[in-house]
């Protein structure tokens, strides 16, 4: 059960827009529109940000925004604001043993 | 409003047990498939094991299968986590999530997280 690629950290200063990619396989991300991006601050739950690849909870802000192409998803955060500074973890649906989900390694995001 | 508390967390000596629980409340716990997912200190979110609503389908991973046992009581809007044969890394935070999103892939309620240690 391996976990999905992401970049290990990622930066950028306030109002600017980021890119964290999330790279899997046919048996995860590229199989299924089941990708979901997660927050999370330090000490803190995770707080689900984008699901089913590029939807929206109530709630959250539409500077994030999600996609896929082939075996990679895509967070991107636009108008980079200080409180977005936090981790953050791409999830995808996958079959490749029992279904169930597999998580990314997970991102540091540093706004400068 | 959602909320989901675990507890159950401690301190316990590698090859010993522990019985983690979550108490769902402000949505109707019986139409969920529930989870249990995990974080080592410093380290990043690794799920450990789904249970579906009725009980029916029961995943884990394939660090724990074998060692832990996952469970709910819908009566009681519970979920639990037996762990045996506890080892050093199993260490971590502990949550609880609610499944919901397509094939209940997406965790859109988490608890705060219980800490279970494994040391001597």
């Known amino acids: 059960q391996s976990a999905l690629t992401q970049p290990a950290s990622v930066s950028g200063s306030p109002g600017q827009s980021i890119t964290i990619s999330c790279t899997g396989t046919?048996?995860?991300?590229?199989?299924?529109?089941?990708v979901s991006w997660y927050q999370q601050h330090p000490g803190k739950a995770p707080k689900l940000m984008i699901y089913?690849?590029?939807n929206r909870p109530s709630g959250v802000s539409n500077r994030f925004s999600g996609s896929k192409s082939d075996n990679t998803a895509s967070l991107t955060i636009s108008g980079l604001q200080a409180e977005d500074e936090a981790d953050y973890y791409c999830s995808s649906y996958t079959t490749s043993s029992t279904p169930h989900v597999v998580f990314g390694g997970g991102t540091k995001l540093t706004v400068l | 409003e959602v909320q989901l508390v675990e507890s159950g967390g401690g301190l316990v000596q590698p090859g010993g047990s522990l019985r983690l629980s979550c108490e769902a409340s402000g949505f109707n716990f019986i139409n969920y498939g529930m989870n249990w997912v995990r974080q080592a200190p410093g380290k990043g979110l690794e799920w450990v094991a789904h249970?579906?609503?009725?009980?029916?389908?029961?995943y884990y991973a394939d660090s724990v299968k074998g060692r832990f046992t996952i469970s709910r009581d819908n009566a009681k809007n519970s979920l639990y986590l037996q762990m045996n044969s506890l080892k050093a890394e199993d260490t971590a935070v502990y949550y609880c999530a609610r499944g919901t999103c397509g094939g209940g892939s997406c965790y859109s309620s988490w608890g705060q997280g219980t800490l279970v240690t494994v040391s001597s």
């Open positions: 046919s048996s995860d991300v590229g199989g299924y529109n089941y």
């Open positions: 249970i579906s609503s009725s009980s029916s389908s029961i």
């Open positions: 089913d690849v590029s």
